[in-house]
């Protein structure tokens, strides 16, 4: 091809991809502007109106950013192999969304099982030390222990132990959401109020009903801490499990792409990671507020 034929063909694709970013951004305030009107006239208008805050703020952050990005690129001009414009991330987005979409279905499963599974076993270990005080001493230095190992470092071996599978990953976010729920739960339950514990212990109450009515409405606040902390680390262990070895999830594109140096794969396969997060973090924060209405919000929310 002649090299004026190449410059107006670079030219073309320069456009195009300026384009589709504009393209891309008008339709994320277009879909904003129907979810809006959508919450404005939903039932439930404390979740509306907190939903609306937080899609207004986060495509306003997104305008932002978007906005830097652009200009930096434009201004240095990279290499597209190290920082490619917001139109090539766009239209890797485009091009590969079918098979982003699937690996990041993945991806939310193996964090959301992980998150069930590590705030199942880390209540369940607040409630036995909190329960059995002499237990609290063994337990928690091997709770805190368990946090010193980097994830890195056992990955490989959880690989070996539960294959290149789900498994692997799920246990790694498992042990990463563990420490948070275990840590909050049982610093709430051993601050629970004393006035009402001696005023339960008063009344003859069994230690069955002083948790129950006393302790763990007590620790809630607590919990919830906890809890959202968790559901925005929970994407780490996934993650690194599918960098250290998988066949699927956004882990492994991220990893295969930046071996082959297709930067915009990355970013795109960043951004869902972002998006889904984000996401993750909203549904906690909705679903908490609904079960503990009554406690103060002593936590930022999103």
């Known amino acids: ?40 006239t939903s039932t439930d208008s404390e979740i ?12 306003a952050t997104m305008l932002v950013l978007l906005g830097t990005w652009w200009l930096g690129v434009l201004v240095f001009q990279p290499a597209p192999f190290i920082l490619p414009d917001p139109g090539r991330v766009v239209i890797a987005l485009i091009g590969q969304w079918s098979s982003l979409l699937n690996h990041a279905g993945i991806t939310l499963l193996e964090i959301v099982v992980g998150l069930a599974l590590g705030t199942v076993l880390g209540c369940a270990t607040a409630l ?54 275990a840590s909050a739960l049982n610093d709430g339950l051993t601050r629970a109020d004393g006035h009402l514990v001696d005023l339960a212990r008063l009344y003859r109450a069994t230690p069955w009903q002083m948790l129950i009515h006393f302790r763990l409405p007590a620790a809630m606040p607590s919990l919830a801490s906890g809890l959202r902390v968790a559901a925005t680390i929970a994407p780490i262990g996934a993650v690194v499990g599918e960098w250290v070895g998988a066949s699927a999830g956004l882990g492994y594109v991220i990893n295969q792409a930046n071996a082959r140096m297709q930067t915009d794969v990355v970013f795109a396969g960043l951004f869902l990671l972002m998006v889904m997060v984000v996401l993750l973090r909203l549904a906690i924060d909705l679903v908490l507020d609904r079960l503990i209405h009554w406690a103060p919000k002593t936590s930022p929310h999103l």
């Open 128 to 181: 036995i030390m909190n329960a059995l005080p002499f237990a609290r001493r063994y337990v928690m230095p091997v709770v805190v222990a368990s946090q010193a190992l980097p994830v890195f470092a056992i990955a490989p071996l959880l690989i070996l132990w539960f294959d290149l599978g789900l498994g692997s990953k799920i246990a790694m976010a498992t042990l990463i959401i563990y420490f948070p729920v």
């Open 48 to 59: 509306g109106k907190e939903f609306a805050s937080v899609l207004t703020r986060g495509f």
């Open 1 to 40: 091809m002649p090299a004026k034929g190449q410059e107006k063909f670079q030219a073309f694709r320069s456009r195009l991809r300026h384009f589709l970013v504009f393209a891309f951004v008008c339709g994320l305030a277009g879909c904003q502007k129907r979810v809006l009107a959508s919450v404005k």
